[in-house]
């Protein structure tokens, strides 16, 4: 049996690129299925599902936050660590423009645009997550300490309950 050939993404280059050890996931996209449907696919925890959201402030400027699947983001609390008056997600055209990844396929690495990175502080106590690998219905695996090697996010506390 011969195995499924894994996508070569601008993300997965960049892993490759900074000698990550990761393992590749393809699950079948399911439109609107989230991080709830690819961890049922992956038959792992939904909290080591990590999303990557791409979100802006009042002035329009782009930023990257790291989540568990099964936590929301508390845009207002966010918007007060940031010191800036509100923080909202971006539109999905605007989004894919600033990643170059379409939504539902957005990877935190080989973005097309630098932006910041926050990420929950939390996401570092897992031993293992599973993240967006640069194409819909691929996540990649590795433990969070690379994510903070790679892409040096801000740590914040800002998850609220799902």
């Known amino acids: 049996m011969s195995k499924e ?4 993404t601008p993300a997965t280059r960049l892993l490759h690129k900074h000698n990550v050890d990761f393992s590749g996931h393809l699950y ?6 989230g991080t709830a449907h690819s961890a049922v696919c992956l ?3 939904e909290h080591s599902v990590i999303k990557t959201l791409i979100m802006e402030d009042e002035r329009r400027q782009p930023l990257i936050v790291l989540m ?8 207002r609390t966010l918007a007060r660590l ?27 690495f080989g973005t097309r645009k630098p932006m ?8 570092l106590e897992l031993p293992q997550i599973y993240i967006n690998g640069g194409k819909r219905g691929f996540l990649v695996g590795l433990p ?6 790679l892409l040096q996010p801000t740590l914040v506390t800002v998850a609220i309950e799902d």
């Open 43 to 45: 038959d792992v925890d």
């Open 144 to 149: 969070p300490t690379e994510v903070q090697r």
């Open 5 to 8: 050939k894994l996508p070569v």
């Open 68 to 75: 568990h699947g099964d936590r929301k983001v508390s845009t």
């Open 116 to 123: 910041p990175v926050y990420m929950e502080a939390s996401i």
């Open 82 to 108: 940031l010191d800036v008056k509100t923080i909202n997600p971006c539109d999905p055209a605007v989004a894919n423009k600033h990643s170059g990844y379409l939504v539902g396929g957005t990877s935190p």
């Open 28 to 33: 079948p996209y399911e439109e609107h299925g």
